[in-house]
Each structure stands twice: as C-alpha cells, then as structure tokens.
C-alpha cells in the first residue's frame, strides 16, 4: 500500500486555482523533495496533507484512510513559520511535546539538542530564528512517526549547520517511513533525496527517482530545476 495517494486533489481560494487535478501515489520509505518556485502550490499541498486546509476537489489518502484525526497521529511537520511559544524555555518545549503525543521520544530530543549545542534552559525568546529552527527540527524529528513533513527546514540556518540538519534528517526518521522537504536550497539538500517532485502553477510537471532523471537528464536534480524554470 502507498502511504500517500492525492486523487483529483483540486484547492481554490476565492475563486482563484491553487492546485489542479493532483494525481499522485507516494511509497512508504522514501525521501523525497517537493520542489518548485514561490508560490507554486507546495505549501498549500502540505497543508492539505496535513488536514490544515479543506480540500476544493479531490480526494487525499494516508495509509488507505482519508485524512483527519489518525492521519495526524502519524505525521510529523514542521512548518515553515516558528509555532513555539517563545516564552518557553527550550526543556518546557520538550515537555510539551511529550505530554502532547504518544509518539515522541524526549531522550532522543536531548540527544540532538546536546549534538546541536543548544541549551535546554535556554528561552526561545532570546534565541536567534536560526536556533529556535533547529529546536523546532529536533521536535519534529524526535517524533516517532510515519510521514514527516519538512517545509524549509534550512531557511533559517548557516550553511555549516545544514550538513549538520541533513545527516540529523537523515539518521532519526523512523526506519520504514517517509520525508518530504519542501525547499529552495536544492543543490544542498539532494544527496539525501530518493526521489523528487517538482511542482509549478498547481500542477505536478515532474515525479520521478533521482538516479533516473539524473541520468535520463544529463544533469543534477539542481540543474534539472533550473532548466525547467529558467525565467
């Protein structure tokens, strides 16, 4: 069974077409990168994934199921925006994802905060957007799910840590599970991907496995984008 199906999946807003006829079956075990300019329809498309908006048309399937509640038990996201409250303290986040869902496991979420450098007394208010990011990565990451959902988890950090959040990404997903990363920084983020999406004025132009398109396409998948989006 796929772990996600999109069948006909359709999302308006005002009047205005967002998403259009999204036909799409993503397997269990993969790593994939949800690709495509500003405005593309890729958090949109998260969103819905993730029951956060109605859908217009369509129908989104997790594990067989429509999404809703259970779908949620067994998705993990991290949003583009920070959620926390910054009066936390880091230590009072981890609690609060614990208390929260059944799935976390609150050693490994030191583990990674100690491998990261960040102080579990610290608060998030006094935090840069760069470190409140990773606490927020080392949340969702420390969640023992079946979807994880990543949109723009390296915006907000240097390029030295990105190798750091790619391996830790990498390492600490549930075996068995899926990853989509919706990002810009492609060429920083490919090695790890199995297969990309790319994604552009609401309709999916290209699904396929990244050795493949590499080789069909003579070229990286960072070289592949630009071509397809050269303005």
């Known amino acids: 069974m796929e772990l996600i199906e999109l069948k006909n999946v359709s999302k308006s807003f005002g009047g205005k077409s967002v998403l259009r006829n999204i036909d799409i079956k993503i397997p269990k075990g993969k790593i994939i990168g949800l690709l495509g300019r500003n405005g593309a329809g890729k958090t949109t498309l998260i969103k819905l994934i993730n029951d956060l908006l109605t859908l217009t048309g369509g129908k989104i399937l997790i594990n067989g199921k429509p999404v809703g509640v259970e779908s949620k038990k067994i998705i993990s996201y991290l949003p583009e925006r920070t959620y926390l409250d910054k009066s936390m303290r880091v230590c009072d ?13 609150s050693d490994k979420a030191y583990r990674l905060l100690s491998d990261l450098g960040l102080d579990n007394n610290s608060k998030l208010s006094k935090m840069s ?16 799910a079946e979807l994880y959902i990543l949109d723009e988890p390296l915006g907000g950090v240097d390029p030295a840590t ?4 790619l391996d830790t990404i990498l390492s600490n997903f549930n075996e068995g ?46 070289e592949i984008f630009r071509r397809m989006f050269r303005c």
Do not use: P, W
Not at 178 to 187: E, G, R
Not at 203 to 215: A, F, H, M, S, T
């Open 93 to 105: 986040a981890v609690k609060f994802f614990s208390d929260f869902y059944d799935n976390f496991d």
């Open 129 to 144: 957007k760069g470190m409140q990011e990773k606490v927020q990565l080392v949340l969702v990451m420390s969640r023992q």
């Open 177 to 222: 599970a899926t990853v989509i990363i919706s990002t810009h920084l492609i060429s920083d983020i490919e090695r790890i991907l199995d297969e990309v999406i790319f994604i552009d004025n609401g309709e999916i132009v290209l699904y396929g496995e990244c050795d493949k398109l590499r080789e069909s396409e003579n070229g990286s998948i960072d």
């Open 162 to 165: 990105r190798d750091y959040i």
